[in-house]
T-cell receptor, first 114, second 115 residues
Framework: AQSVTQLDSQVPVFEEAPVELRCNYS??????LFWYVQYPNQGLQLLLK??????LVKGINGFEAEFNKSQTSFHLRKPSVHISDTAEYFC????????????FGQGTILTVHP | DSGVTQTPKHLITATGQRVTLRCSPR?????VYWYQQSLDQGLQFLIQ???????AKGNILERFSAQQFPDLHSELNLSSLELGDSALYFC??????????????FGPGTRLLVL
C-alpha cells in the first residue's frame, strides 16, 4: 500500500521569499510522483511529475521538485513566490500496478503575504 | 480550463436521498476517475473506468456506484445519502488505460451538501 505525508498543513511566506513544501511517501515498489495545485473553488492542476530519469523536475509557474529515493521524499520548491501562488498544494503517488490511481497527501495550504 | 466538465456545480439534498453526478472527459480521453475530497478524509480515489469498463476500485462505499457510457461520459450515483457524504467530488480524465504516466486532468468538481 502507498501513502503520502505532507509534513506541513500550512505554510505562510512573504512575497518574493523562497518556499519549500515537504512531501514524503511510502511504497514498496517504484513510484511515480506528482504535485498538484488547487486554487480556491477550482479543480486540481498538475504542477509537475516525476516518472524516471533526472531527479530534479521542473514544472509550471517556476516550481521544481527533487526526488530523493533514499529519503523517500519529493519536496516542492520555488525560489521566489508571488501572491498568486496562494493555493493548496497536493503531493500524490502512483505506480505501475495502480492503473493511474493517485494516492494524495493531506495538502499544504500556501499563503503568500505582501 | 482543463476540458473536463462536471455537472451540477453544487447540489444540496437531504439524508436518505439519491443523486447523480455527471462528468464529461476531455475529448479523446478514455479513462475517467472519480475522487472525493472531504475535510476529514482528504482527497480519496473512488473508482476508475476505461472505455466503458471498470478498471480500479478504491474506497468507494457500496451505496455509491458509477458507470461510463458509450460516449465516454461518466456518472457517479450516490444513494441513501448520509451527512458524512457531504464533500467535493472530482472527476478526472486521461488518455489511456495505464495512465500511470499520463496526466490526469481534473474537472472543477461537484460540491455536495447533505442536510
Amino acid at each position: 500500500a502507498q501513502s503520502v505525508t505532507q509534513l506541513d498543513s500550512q505554510v505562510p511566506v512573504f512575497e518574493e521569499a523562497p518556499v519549500e513544501l515537504r512531501c514524503n511517501y511510502s511504497s514498496s515498489v517504484s513510484v511515480y510522483l506528482f504535485w498538484y495545485v488547487q486554487y480556491p473553488n477550482q479543480g486540481l492542476q498538475l504542477l509537475l511529475k516525476y516518472l524516471s530519469g533526472s531527479t530534479l523536475v521542473k514544472g509550471i509557474n517556476g516550481f521544481e521538485a527533487e526526488f530523493n529515493k533514499s529519503q523517500t521524499s519529493f519536496h516542492l520548491r520555488k525560489p521566489s513566490v508571488h501572491i498568486s501562488d496562494t493555493a493548496e498544494y497536493f503531493c500524490a503517488v502512483s505506480d505501475r500496478a495502480s492503473y493511474g490511481k493517485l494516492t494524495f497527501g493531506q495538502g499544504t495550504i500556501l499563503t503568500v503575504h505582501p | 480550463d482543463s476540458g473536463v466538465t462536471q455537472t451540477p456545480k453544487h447540489l444540496i439534498t437531504a439524508t436518505g436521498q439519491r443523486v447523480t453526478l455527471r462528468c464529461s472527459p476531455r475529448s479523446g480521453d478514455l479513462s475517467v476517475y472519480w475522487y472525493q475530497q472531504s475535510l476529514d478524509q482528504g482527497l480519496q480515489f473512488l473508482i476508475q473506468y476505461y472505455n466503458g469498463e471498470e478498471r480500479a476500485k478504491g474506497n468507494i462505499l457500496e451505496r455509491f456506484s458509477a458507470q461510463q457510457f458509450p460516449d465516454l461520459h461518466s456518472e457517479l450515483n450516490l444513494s441513501s445519502l448520509e451527512l458524512g457524504d457531504s464533500a467535493l467530488y472530482f472527476c478526472a480524465s486521461s488518455v489511456d488505460l495505464a495512465a500511470t504516466q499520463e496526466t490526469q486532468y481534473f474537472g472543477p468538481g461537484t460540491r455536495l451538501l447533505v442536510l
